[in-house]
């Protein structure tokens, strides 16, 4: 199932008085349409997108891509319209004829996530749309005709934002006829229910965080009043030696006389690292998603479990900051797998090698490690929002 996303990034932004298309302008030393679309490839979701320009900021879009690309989700570059809505009618005339879902998203939201992501499209595979949206927090009055003001029903009332997402060949059919009739709309959902009449509202935890950079103070808040949403897990693990079994540290198999003994390969660095993991993001620990009593992780490559965790933090909008595990062994010396080791890691976690740090160290032949009875490791990990 072929599934495109349309970026809008064709206005001008002149409410943020930045002297350039706000998209193009950086905010914690990243640009704003980079940041939304490194959101967009990050969530792993889409066959591609199509990035809708002004014609003027082809150039600098170029740019863009050598300096902080080179962004290989985006496919194909259109010109925008007079309005948002011609805008995206001619990025929705660009995708493929085997697309079935589309994600519409404002370039200006750079902060979204994948929980995000998957609900609008979820939604849309399962009731032909699906759009972003977060309970109202304010009193919200009324003025009729007459001056008169009325209060309404907070409880009922949803602030919808972007992606929204929908049936491919829905949207642009309702697309092509707004044209036609000149239907004057302020966001897609408007739009399909206009000639659809129903749309899914979608929710999720961290939806308040994705908001739309508009004025010039928005900017101004992101460089010099936002706080770091960090998080910091440790984990550790035990696995006891015995005959007959690979030793595994950090998915590199070592030349051992034994290996460690457990129901997947008893990775006792990796185990650490996920514990550490999961820890940070209030998940529970990996007895909790890979039970020794299930089989399919008979055996399992923890790199691979790795890999599952790590789809959890991404999901989040979490990436791993930095990592750092220590393995206590009184043998094998771990010196010469060091490298391998830190590589293997630093890609298992999807950061640079100068970001995680692998040692080892003995016990001076004090317990069960000492003894050689067993391995332990240890994991910190830092997580940023």
Excluded at 19 to 30: D, E, L, M
Excluded at 149 to 167: E, G
Excluded at 349 to 358: F, P
Aim: overall charge negative.
């Amino acid at each position: 199932m072929s599934c495109w996303a349309v970026i809008v990034a064709a206005g001008r932004g002149s409410r943020a008085g930045l002297g350039v298309n706000k998209v193009f302008h950086p905010v914690n030393g990243r640009s704003v349409l980079g940041r939304c679309l490194d959101a967009i490839e990050r969530s792993g979701r889409f066959n591609g997108a199509v990035v809708v320009l002004s014609p003027e900021d082809e150039g600098r879009f170029g740019e863009l891509r050598v300096a902080e690309g080179p962004f290989a989700i985006v496919k194909k570059t259109v010109a925008g319209g007079t309005t948002r809505r011609d805008s995206v009618c001619n990025g929705l005339l660009a995708l493929p004829e085997d697309t079935r879902i589309v994600a519409i998203h404002d370039a200006a939201r750079p902060f979204v996530t994948t929980a995000m992501i998957d609900a609008t499209l979820d939604s849309a595979r399962a009731c032909g749309s699906g759009v972003i949206s977060t309970p109202v927090v304010d009193t919200i009055k009324q003025i009729g005709p007459d001056g008169r003001v009325s209060s309404l029903d907070r409880a009922v009332l949803r602030a919808v934002q972007t992606p929204q997402s929908f049936d491919y060949q829905r949207i642009l059919m309702a697309h092509l006829q707004a044209r036609a009739d000149r239907l004057d709309v302020t966001d897609d959902a408007m739009l399909f229910e206009h000639y659809y009449g129903d749309v899914r509202l979608v929710t999720t935890d961290d939806a308040t965080d994705n908001i739309k950079l508009t004025m010039k103070k928005d900017f101004e808040a992101q460089e010099t009043n936002r706080v770091p949403d960090i998080r910091v897990g440790q984990g550790y693990d035990a696995h006891r030696l015995v005959e007959g079994r690979r030793l595994v540290l950090c998915g590199i198999e070592i030349p051992h006389d034994r290996g460690l003994d457990g129901h997947s390969d008893a990775d006792v660095a990796v185990h650490a690292l996920m514990d550490a993991l999961l820890g940070a993001l209030a998940l529970g620990d990996i007895g909790r998603h890979f039970p020794d009593s299930d089989p399919r992780y008979k055996d399992a490559d923890s790199m691979k479990l790795l890999e599952t965790v790590m789809a959890m933090v991404k999901t989040r909008g979490y990436r791993v900051g930095n990592a750092d595990i220590t393995i206590v062994a009184q043998r094998p010396k771990l010196a010469a797998c060091m490298a391998r080791m830190r590589a293997n890691i630093a890609a298992g976690l999807e950061i640079d090698e100068d970001r995680v740090n692998v040692k080892a160290t003995t016990t001076e032949h004090m317990g069960f490690e000492g003894q050689e009875q067993g391995i332990s490791a240890q994991a910190t990990v830092l997580l940023i929002k």
